[in-house]
């Protein structure tokens, strides 16, 4: 999250949110160009991270459908829509609480399945594994 609001604080990247604002309508190539490169990379970016990092711990880690978009979406809402008006550019500050909090709703978004249950249920004794227990 912290990459891509970097990211998004850079001209190039301003430029081509206001303009995919302005022209994105009339100009269906212009909507498709952001798609494939943009959104396409930073949601492809955040899934590769979030899995990554769940291996790491022997856990798979995936988002629900949508989530990686909507965490982008939240991010240019936040931090580039303000500064298409004049005098509203966000201060640092609130910047990174804009990146805490869609980092927290991206985490929300997220499933984990531990691999090593996973591998105990392909054991031919599966019946013996306790998966959840409803508590007393």
Not at 70 to 82: F, G, V
Not at 89 to 100: F, L
Request: include cysteine.
């Amino acid at each position: 999250m912290k990459h891509m609001a970097t990211v998004m604080g850079g001209a190039e990247y301003e430029n081509l949110y206001r303009l995919l604002l302005r022209d994105g309508s009339f100009q269906p190539w212009l909507r498709e160009i952001y798609e494939e490169r943009a959104a396409a990379a930073f949601c492809g970016r955040l899934e590769e991270g979030v899995r990554r990092a769940g291996r790491q711990i022997g856990v798979a880690v995936f988002f629900r459908p949508g989530a990686p978009r909507e965490a982008l979406r939240r991010l240019e809402w936040a931090l580039l829509l303000p500064r298409l008006v004049p005098g509203g550019c966000p201060t640092p500050e609130d910047e990174a609480v804009v990146v805490v909090n869609v980092a927290r709703e991206a985490f929300d978004q997220t499933c984990a399945w531990d691999l090593g249950a996973a591998e105990q249920m392909s054991n031919p004794e599966f019946e013996n594994v306790t998966l959840w227990q409803q508590p007393s």
